[in-house]
């Protein structure tokens, strides 16, 4: 049973995807409550069928909406009092056109989706932290944001600035007792990505499960010396 008054208060967004599933199901398994948020109500009802609703919140919303994230937060804040952990997982890949050839949509919808979105989500749910001084903000970037690749310049540039978001925000958060990391996965082993490389060796990338793990580490008190690190997850 859940204690409302000790238990730990986690917001994950992207919340009904391979990753998210893994990372509620470890924050579960901890007894925390959870603020699981996505796109569409839908997607988590389906995925999150016998959550209790009593103790956890269920919310759709739009992460690169300052508006809806606003919203969002004031609910979370309205039940939970507090916020000890924001995981942000929500964001998009696609492979793209050649530089030379890059849309301006194609560039618009992957800066929105992997940038933007962490300033939307940061500027809703952290000065509750800043309030609070404690706090702990986990993103999810990409091993490939070291290095431009071709057909996916939109993509890696889109996480390459989120690598440099959440290190400006370390930096600006730490003096107030809130630590601010991301994982940076290589492939991770998940339905879409078997469907989309069927040639490829799942056994090369990195499980769920592990990169939840290393989520769940980058949210508690043993990450405390760490201030924008971008820990690599390669299988």
Same mark, same amino acid.
Do not use: C
């Given at each position: 049973?859940?204690?409302?008054?000790?238990?730990?208060? /986690?917001?994950?967004?992207?919340?009904?995807?391979?990753?998210?599933?893994?990372?509620?199901?470890?924050?579960?398994?901890?007894?925390?409550?959870? #603020?699981?948020?996505?796109?569409?109500?839908?997607?988590?009802?389906?995925?999150?069928?016998?959550?209790?609703?009593?103790?956890?919140?269920?919310?759709?919303?739009?992460?690169?909406?300052?508006?809806?994230?606003?919203?969002?937060?004031?609910?979370?804040?309205?039940?939970?009092?507090?916020?000890?952990?924001?995981?942000?997982?929500?964001?998009?890949?696609?492979?793209?056109?050649?530089?030379? #050839?890059?849309?301006?949509?194609?560039?618009?919808?992957?800066?929105?989706?992997?940038?933007?979105?962490?300033?939307? /989500?940061?500027?809703?749910?952290?000065?509750?932290?800043?309030?609070?001084?404690?706090?702990?903000?986990?993103?999810?970037?990409?091993?490939?944001?070291?290095?431009?690749?071709?057909?996916? #310049?939109?993509?890696?540039?889109?996480?390459?600035?989120?690598?440099?978001?959440?290190?400006?925000?370390?930096?600006?958060?730490?003096?107030?007792?809130?630590?601010?990391?991301?994982?940076?996965?290589?492939?991770?082993? %998940?339905?879409?990505?078997?469907?989309?490389?069927?040639? #490829?060796?799942?056994?090369?990338?990195?499980? %769920?499960?592990?990169?939840?793990? %290393?989520?769940?580490?980058?949210?508690?008190?043993?990450?405390?010396?760490?201030?924008?690190?971008?820990? %690599?997850?390669?299988?």
């Amino acid at each position: 049973m859940i204690d409302p008054n000790t238990s730990r208060h /986690v917001v994950v967004t992207g919340a009904a995807g391979a990753l998210g599933r893994a990372v509620v199901q470890h924050f579960l398994d901890q007894g925390a409550r959870i #603020a699981l948020l996505d796109h569409r109500m839908e997607h988590i009802v389906n995925v999150f069928p016998g959550l209790d609703n009593s103790q956890h919140l269920l919310l759709e919303a739009d992460v690169t909406s300052v508006e809806s994230m606003g919203e969002v937060a004031g609910r979370i804040l309205a039940a939970f009092k507090h916020v000890d952990a924001l995981v942000h997982i929500a964001g998009g890949f696609e492979m793209g056109e050649e530089v030379h #050839a890059l849309s301006r949509a194609a560039w618009d919808r992957m800066m929105n989706l992997n940038a933007w979105s962490f300033v939307a /989500v940061s500027q809703a749910l952290v000065p509750s932290m800043i309030e609070r001084k404690a706090g702990s903000v986990v993103a999810v970037t990409a091993k490939g944001a070291a290095r431009g690749a071709a057909a996916m #310049a939109a993509y890696i540039a889109s996480k390459s600035a989120l690598q440099r978001l959440v290190e400006a925000s370390a930096a600006e958060l730490a003096p107030h007792g809130i630590t601010v990391n991301s994982i940076a996965p290589s492939t991770l082993d %998940t339905p879409a990505n078997r469907q989309a490389m069927p040639d #490829a060796k799942p056994e090369n990338w990195v499980s %769920t499960a592990v990169a939840a793990q %290393t989520i769940g580490f980058l949210a508690s008190p043993a990450a405390a010396a760490l201030h924008g690190q971008h820990l %690599t997850l390669d299988a």
